[in-house]
Antibody, heavy 117, light 111 residues
Framework: EVQLVESGGGLVQPGGSLRLSCAAS????????LNWVRQAPGKGLEYLSY????????RYADSVRGRFTISRDNAKNSLFLQMNSLRAEDTAMYYC??????????WGRGTMVTVSS | QSALTQPASVSASPGQSITISCSGT?????????VSWYQHHPGKVPKLMIY???NRPSGVSNRFSGSKSGNTASMTISGLQPEDEADYYC???????????FGGGTKLTVL
């Protein structure tokens, strides 16, 4: 079964850090670009970050650029999101998403991040 | 980056058709055919409904269709069914730094 499974979410204080992971299975991980998307409580989907197959094209939304870092390990079929300097407004469900034919075809179930003191 | 503009809500009765618009600029929707649409039932995972403006993934009902004119993309749902009630989001490639940008989302109510 093709799937993405996120982990690493939790409660963190403002200014703190978290590292999200996304484990892929059921497909050739190295053959796809990947993304992180989040949804804050009661809000819409927000695009966060992109990484291509070769990791030589990486992009960020303005809201997280300079604080978040996307990376991947093709040997371990894993995607990561290092989140630093977290703010209350970063509280959200974070999704790992596969990019195929210019559509986001596979989504993980998400991992919840809560930033609060 | 500013989100693409979608109506906040639309509603219709079962059996009717609705169209959800998604307005952008020449840097995103108007400049590329990389527009996709997602259905999101609360508490569930978003589902790809349309990609590359008009294409339906395998398994998606042909009641869902997509189009684009200028800087605005649209998705039409015909023969509305109660299970179509959900939030819908458009997504476009953008030449700006982020690479991708979502619409603000549209809540569809099937009366």
């Amino acid at each position: 079964e093709v799937q993405l499974v996120e982990s690493g979410g939790g409660l963190v204080q403002p200014g703190g850090s978290l590292r999200l992971s996304c484990a892929a299975s059921g497909f050739t991980f190295s053959g796809y670009s990947l993304n992180w998307v989040r949804q804050a409580p009661g809000k819409g989907l927000e695009y966060l970050s992109y990484i291509n197959r070769e990791t030589d094209n990486i992009r960020y939304a303005d809201s997280v650029r300079g604080r978040f870092t996307i990376s991947r390990d093709n040997a371990k079929n894993s995607l990561f999101l290092q989140m630093n300097s977290l703010r209350a407004e970063d509280t959200a469900m974070y999704y790992c998403v596969r990019d195929h034919n210019w559509g986001f075809d596979i989504w993980g179930r998400g991992t919840m991040v809560t930033v609060s003191s | 980056q500013s989100a693409l503009t979608q109506p906040a809500s639309v509603s219709a009765s079962p059996g009717q058709s609705i169209t959800i618009s998604c307005s952008g600029t020449s840097s995103d929707i108007g400049g590329y055919n990389h527009v996709s649409w997602y259905q999101h039932h609360p508490g569930k995972v978003p589902k790809l409904m349309i990609y590359e403006v008009t294409n339906r993934p395998s398994g998606v009902s042909n009641r869902f269709s997509g189009s684009k004119s200028g800087n605005t993309a649209s998705m039409t749902i015909s023969g509305l069914q109660p299970e179509d009630e959900a939030d819908y989001y458009c997504l476009s490639y953008t030449s700006r730094d982020s690479f991708w940008v979502f619409g603000g989302g549209t809540k569809l109510t099937v009366l």
